[in-house]
């Protein structure tokens, strides 16, 4: 299906849910969606990479989902660490770099020494980046970042001199956000870098969200004419 994809996205977003939904409609735990959904993230990782996209980002963990159940936090906390540590070896040979955005100073013990240990794992890695949002929300980091400013007596008068003092400032804005499971609203995620970010909307909850799912997404991207606040001409 991509003898005909062209004007790849150099960076793709996604708010990957669903995954409760997706047990619950079997009679399962929600643990088990989030387990089928980290095997999804795989899958949409090496496509990526065939396809040339460059940076890709994902909303794994909010702020706001420490009010979960205990139990839940507790799962997916265990196979965020059980991930990062089985797959930082082939994202190593794919030469893709691991980072994380988000309050991550915050995070249990466990889960931050494994974050921090996969991205200097791939710290050298250079052709395409893999960022995962954890402990995230896009108010906390204009928060974080004006903070990080005004520490530094940074007086902001321009955007890249904001930009400066998010978690990853070299980070491009996303081109596309996909968001699954037909909510169609960006929950806080990166609400500074999606001013004109193209939204793709779709009813696949997240561990159903296939190649096909995801190569249809790039062609909607690919027939939009994107504008940045100006007026084209025809």
Not at 41 to 52: A, K, Q
């Amino acid at each position: 299906m991509m003898e005909n994809l062209y004007k790849i996205p150099y960076h793709v977003a996604i708010i990957m849910d669903g995954n409760g939904r997706w047990a619950r409609r079997r009679g399962l735990p929600r643990v088990y969606g989030h387990r089928e959904g980290a095997k999804r993230v795989e899958d949409i990782i090496e496509i990526s990479r065939e396809v040339g996209i460059k940076w890709l980002s994902v909303f794994a963990f909010s702020t706001e989902n420490w009010e979960r159940p205990k139990e839940e936090v507790d799962a997916i906390m265990s196979l965020l660490v059980e991930y990062i540590n089985k797959k930082v070896p082939y994202l190593i040979e794919k030469d893709i770099r691991l980072r994380f955005m988000g309050r991550i100073e915050q995070l249990p013990g466990m889960i931050k020494e494994s974050v921090i240990e996969g991205e200097k794992a791939t710290q050298h890695c250079s052709s395409m980046n893999f960022v995962v949002a954890l402990n995230y929300s896009g108010k906390a980091e204009l928060i974080d970042a004006f903070n990080k400013a005004l520490k530094e007596g940074k007086e902001i008068k321009e955007e890249k001199e904001l930009r400066k003092f998010f978690y990853i400032p070299e980070m491009p804005d996303p081109d596309l956000l996909i968001r699954t499971s037909g909510e169609e609203r960006i929950s806080n995620f990166m609400l500074w870098q999606m001013a004109y970010t193209e939204f793709y909307f779709t009813h696949t909850l997240w561990p159903d969200f296939d190649r096909e799912e995801f190569m249809r997404a790039l062609y909607e991207y690919q027939s939009r004419e994107r504008r940045f606040g100006k007026v084209f001409s025809v």
